[in-house]
């Protein structure tokens, strides 16, 4: 097996044993990013030299006997929202074409306190909107199980740049199901943490009461090393939760005794698709097998998710990208012109199509006629969406059901209609709405190959156990051990 189809926790064991140096495996991914990408475009940004400067540092650490961090000489592949200090970040907008950022986020400070290799920024739906990355302003990333595939979105290039052996791990971000549905839809794990289990410090806002910073990994285990490595409280972000991180490692292959899994039937009404849903029944089939009782679970309000979610989200959108006026930084209009519009003609040129459809209706659902009516009205439906979930949670420890309605679609296959593409994050987008933890595990393939997710969803701050239910599957079976041939 070559050392691009490893696990980051494999790769800390190579390096531990001596059979492998950072610099060998920087290499070996940085071959694969140059042998791979024309095919899957996942990256916006890849500095080969930076690369090999860190794995070097970390192995004249290793030869020198210092301590190392919990990730030393794993390459990692980030989201192009996450700020990088003197690395070009840009959101897979035109409007930040030319930023550079002077800090990174929080969660990059982490990655390189624990001596990971930052080897490059990937590609997504501009400012995060959208579901098959087709909404970047500078290319589309391919599904690596099928190039004539999306592979999900908005965090689709750090998802594919994994399922393609890019990159071991990478960190996407997650509003309605960022991570989750790309994970579900390239065949790999995803997590979203409880809102407020990591910082969203040096993320680039789209709408801030649900985005969250997680980690795509290609089995449990590595994910739960990326959460002990990103996890925890800081002060830069008022919406941190000063709570201990615990050792997500540590417990993980310890099955869950009488373990109750609730089964909404929310989740397995019309629009799914008929392998999907096979597959997941088979997983919970697994489950039971493994002494776990399922348990009726009901979300009554699940169907309102998506209408509230349209409208919070581009609420918070639109008063977030206020701050992109051409003045500040990043792209301004070429055209001379008063204040008013070279505001107006900076936004209309920085900013696509969706970008703009979202700020559109943002700032419609806030205005002094219309907030009662919606943006209100939203907020009302999120409480009774989180109430249900409160409620389903007494009955049982995690709740289950197919990550997206379908495998992966084709390019083009959506992009000119919007609802059809809000609608592949039907299930995901009322875990953001709660603010709880998910996580999407690989649970078969579809007859033409694609790759099938299951979903777990937790109460708050429960991705420990969360984890450790989603392990008691993983050993079990074997897809997450599936590699495409590119
Ligand atoms: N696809 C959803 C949207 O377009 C979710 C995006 C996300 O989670 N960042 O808003």
């Known amino acids: 097996m070559s050392l691009t189809d490893k696990t980051a926790a494999d790769l800390l064991t190579l390096q531990a044993k001596?059979?492998?140096?950072?610099?060998?495996?920087?290499?070996?991914?940085?071959?694969?990013?140059?042998?791979?990408?024309?095919?899957?475009?996942?990256?916006?940004?890849?500095?080969?030299?930076?690369?090999?400067?860190?794995?070097?540092?970390?192995?004249?650490?290793?030869?020198?006997?210092?301590?190392?961090?919990?990730?030393?000489g794993v390459p990692v592949a980030v989201k192009d929202v996450l700020c990088t200090k003197g690395v070009r970040t840009t959101c897979s907008s035109k409007i930040l074409e030319t930023f550079v950022p002077p800090y990174d986020a929080h969660v990059v400070e982490r990655l390189k306190a624990e001596d990971a290799v930052l080897i490059g920024k990937t590609n997504m739906d501009e400012f995060a909107m959208g579901s098959s990355t087709e909404n970047s302003a500078y290319q589309t990333t391919r599904n690596p199980w099928d190039l004539a595939r999306i592979p999900g979105g908005s965090?689709?290039?750090?998802?594919?740049?994994?399922?393609?052996?890019?990159?071991?791990?990478?960190?996407?971000?997650?509003?309605?199901?960022?991570?989750?549905?790309?994970?579900?839809?390239?065949?790999?794990?995803?997590?979203?943490?409880?809102?407020?289990?990591?910082?969203?410090?040096?993320?680039?806002?789209?709408?801030?009461?649900?985005?969250?910073?997680?980690?795509?990994?290609?089995?449990?285990t590595d994910c739960a090393l990326m959460m002990e490595a990103i996890a925890g409280h800081d002060g830069r972000d008022s919406t941190s939760v000063d709570r201990p991180v615990p050792a997500y490692t540590a417990s993980l292959n310890d099955p869950v005794k009488g373990l109750r899994i609730g089964v909404p039937k929310e989740f397995f009404g019309e629009?799914?698709?008929?392998?999907?849903?096979?597959?997941?029944?088979?997983?919970?089939?697994?489950?039971?097998?493994?002494?776990?009782?399922?348990?009726?679970?009901?979300?009554?309000?699940?169907?309102?998710?998506?209408?509230?979610?349209?409208?919070?989200?581009?609420?918070?959108?639109?008063?977030?990208?206020a701050r992109y006026d051409g003045m500040h930084y990043g792209y301004r209009t070429k055209e001379k012109a008063d204040l008013i519009t070279t505001y107006s003609k900076t936004r209309g040129e920085g900013f696509g199509k969706e970008v703009q459809?979202?700020?559109?209706?943002?700032?419609?659902?806030?205005?002094?006629?219309?907030?009662?009516?919606?943006y209100v009205k939203a907020l009302k439906v999120r409480r009774l969406i989180k109430g249900d979930y409160d409620a389903?949670?007494?009955?049982?420890?995690?709740?289950?059901?197919?990550?997206?309605?379908?495998?992966?679609?084709?390019?083009?296959?959506?992009?000119?209609?919007?609802?059809?593409?809000?609608?592949?994050?039907?299930?995901?987008?009322?875990?953001?709405?709660?603010?709880?933890?998910?996580?999407?595990?690989?649970?078969?393939?579809?007859?033409?190959?694609?790759?099938i997710g299951l979903q777990l969803l937790s109460p708050p701050f429960d991705e420990e156990?969360?984890?450790?239910?989603?392990?008691?599957?993983?050993?079990?079976?074997?897809?997450?051990?599936?590699?495409?041939?590119?």
């Open 357 to 374: 459809r979202r700020i559109m209706i943002g700032t419609y659902v806030l205005s002094s006629g219309y907030k009662d009516a919606y």
């Open 155 to 220: 965090s689709g290039g750090s998802a594919a740049a994994v399922a393609a052996g890019e990159a071991p791990v990478s960190l996407g971000t997650d509003t309605g199901g960022s991570i989750r549905q790309p994970a579900a839809l390239c065949g790999i794990v995803g997590l979203k943490p409880t809102y407020g289990r990591v910082s969203r410090y040096g993320l680039i806002a789209f709408a801030s009461s649900l985005d969250q910073v997680g980690p795509f990994t290609r089995d449990v």
């Open 465 to 486: 156990k969360m984890l450790r239910i989603a392990r008691m599957y993983e050993a079990a079976t074997d897809w997450h051990t599936k590699r495409p041939k590119l």
């Open 392 to 451: 389903a949670f007494e009955k049982c420890d995690v709740i289950m059901g197919p990550t997206t309605p379908t495998a992966a679609f084709k390019a083009g296959e959506k992009s000119d209609d919007p609802l059809a593409m809000y609608l592949s994050d039907i299930y995901t987008v009322s875990c953001n709405l709660a603010g709880i933890p998910g996580v999407s595990i690989p649970c078969g393939f579809t007859k033409g190959g694609l790759p």
């Open 18 to 72: 001596g059979a492998a140096t950072a610099a060998e495996i920087t290499d070996a991914f940085l071959a694969a990013v140059r042998d791979r990408e024309p095919k899957v475009r996942a990256f916006m940004l890849v500095d080969e030299a930076d690369a090999r400067r860190q794995a070097a540092a970390v192995d004249a650490k290793r030869k020198a006997g210092q301590p190392l961090g919990r990730l030393a």
């Open 271 to 321: 629009g799914l698709d008929a392998e999907v849903g096979a597959a997941v029944r088979a997983a919970l089939k697994e489950y039971e097998k493994q002494g776990a009782t399922l348990v009726d679970v009901s979300l009554p309000h699940a169907p309102y998710g998506l209408a509230a979610y349209y409208i919070v989200a581009p609420a918070e959108a639109s008063s977030n990208l």
